[in-house]
């Protein structure tokens, strides 16, 4: 069976499909591998950023990140809870709290990096070691091209449950 209308580009050759169709296939088999670390796609990207952006306040992250405050608030709450990280008087503004990774927070980033390391080893595999790097590259273009910002996953940076669906006349 087939897609296949003389009128209209099969499914396999557009490029809209197939970017969909792998990363809904990389999402969940992302969450599938970090199920037995009992985190979320979502909390272990808050790390990674976190990593990189230790003692922040929140706002700082929101804004240096265009993370939506109210989904910042929910994976700090979330990673807190599990003794991931943990939020702290800021030294200056004693109006906000600093968030701070925990040694179990970067023991996670360090158990989830090699599984998210084997993901990508997986996905890639099919294709020859040399044009690896070429592929990345366009993936890069393509979703600095498409607005996103970089290392940030669209879903974080709006406000819970108004994820746009997808508008028929932009595809």
């Known amino acids: 069976m087939n897609d296949v209308d003389p009128k209209r580009l099969p499914l396999f050759e557009s490029a809209a499909f197939l970017l969909g169709q792998l990363g809904s296939h990389s999402s969940y088999r992302f969450d599938q591998l970090l199920t037995p670390l009992g985190i979320k796609p979502p909390q272990y990207g808050t790390l990674r950023l976190l990593e990189a952006n230790d003692g922040r306040t929140q706002q700082q992250l929101c804004e240096?990140?265009?993370?939506?405050?109210?989904?910042?608030?929910?994976?700090?709450?979330?990673?807190?809870?599990?003794?991931?990280?943990?939020?702290?008087?800021?030294p200056v503004d004693r109006r906000a709290h600093a968030v701070h990774l925990l040694p179990a927070g970067r023991e996670?980033?360090?158990?989830?990096?090699?599984?998210?390391?084997?993901?990508?080893?997986?996905?890639?595999?099919?294709?020859?070691?040399?044009?690896?790097?070429?592929?990345?590259?366009?993936?890069?273009?393509?979703?600095?091209?498409?607005?996103?910002?970089?290392?940030?996953?669209?879903?974080?940076?709006?406000?819970?449950?108004?994820?746009?669906?997808?508008?028929?006349?932009?595809?």
Not at 77 to 82: N, V
Not at 129 to 140: G, I, K, N, S
């Open 64 to 90: 240096a990140l265009g993370i939506h405050r109210n989904v910042m608030v929910s994976l700090i709450d979330a990673l807190e809870k599990r003794g991931l990280v943990e939020r702290r008087r800021h």
């Open 108 to 171: 996670m980033i360090a158990r989830a990096g090699e599984i998210a390391d084997g993901l990508n080893a997986e996905l890639l595999a099919p294709l020859d070691p040399e044009d690896r790097p070429r592929v990345l590259a366009m993936l890069q273009r393509m979703a600095v091209g498409a607005g996103m910002t970089p290392g940030v996953h669209p879903g974080l940076t709006v406000e819970p449950g108004t994820m746009p669906m997808y508008d028929p006349h932009h595809i």
